[in-house]
């Protein structure tokens, strides 16, 4: 009997790569337009090099580019950029088709959900906020708060704790398999991969299912628990 989906925040509940590329592409050509003078292609590509160097959630990535680019940061091109990305950001910072039915279907079946993330807590509370589904989810779980990522069993089992629930009663949703189906399928989760947030081509995710569509979801619940 499934009580509770765990789900990943980035690329499962939101497109985080298309948010990225929009708001960086902002940024570069309000630098230039502050009198920065780069390609700006190339800008794109070097600032998406920091970030998969240093990490998605580098908050320093703008004065990075510009000491590795111009070998000083000057702060109005810098103030440029960072207005504009976080413009962008928020302009584009969406959730995926089906998203929000998906969650209200399953809270009206009594279903528990939760969230399990590597991101920092600020950041994905942030993300929460803007989209509206703070209240949605409960508990919570970023790397802030088990010190541990993704695959770790560890914000897993902390998640099962804060759901009081057994590993056999969660299903776990994500879209890198190397980390949200191997991390969960440790602890004897049954798991979801979030094809339609794949990033990497994958062929063989080896979760329990795949899905093209969150909404998809609610099927396979309804069907466990139909048995």
Excluded: C
């Excluded at 009997?1 to 990943?8: H, N, V």
């Excluded at 929000?100 to 906020?129: C, H, Q």
């Excluded at 069993?153 to 099962?160: S, T, V």
């Amino acid at each position: 009997m499934i009580k509770a989906i765990i789900f990943d925040l980035d690329n499962t509940l939101l497109d985080f790569v298309k948010m990225k590329r929009f708001a960086v592409r902002a940024a570069v050509t309000a630098m230039n337009e502050a009198g920065l003078g780069v390609d700006e292609k190339k800008a794109f590509d070097d600032i998406f090099e920091l970030y998969l160097n240093k990490g998605w959630e580098h908050q320093q990535v703008f004065d990075d580019y510009l000491q590795q680019t111009t070998g000083k940061v000057s702060n109005k091109v810098l103030a440029a950029g960072i207005v504009s990305y976080r413009r962008a950001r928020e302009a584009t910072l969406l959730v995926y088709p089906n998203v929000n039915k998906t969650l209200i279907e399953l809270l009206k079946m009594g279903i528990k959900l939760a969230v399990v993330s590597d991101a920092p807590s600020r950041e994905a509370w942030m993300r929460l906020y803007y989209l509206n589904l703070h209240h949605i989810f409960d508990p919570v779980l970023t790397y802030d708060d088990s010190g541990s990522k993704k695959p770790s069993p560890k914000p897993f089992m902390m998640a099962l704790k804060k759901l009081n629930l057994s590993a056999k009663e969660v299903l776990m949703i994500g879209d890198w398999p190397d980390r949200d189906v191997v991390g969960a399928k440790q602890i004897g989760m049954k798991t979801i991969f979030a094809k339609y947030g794949d990033t990497f081509g994958t062929t063989d995710s080896g979760a329990d299912w795949d899905v093209d569509d969150i909404y998809e979801v609610v099927r396979i619940v309804k069907d466990v628990n139909r048995k």
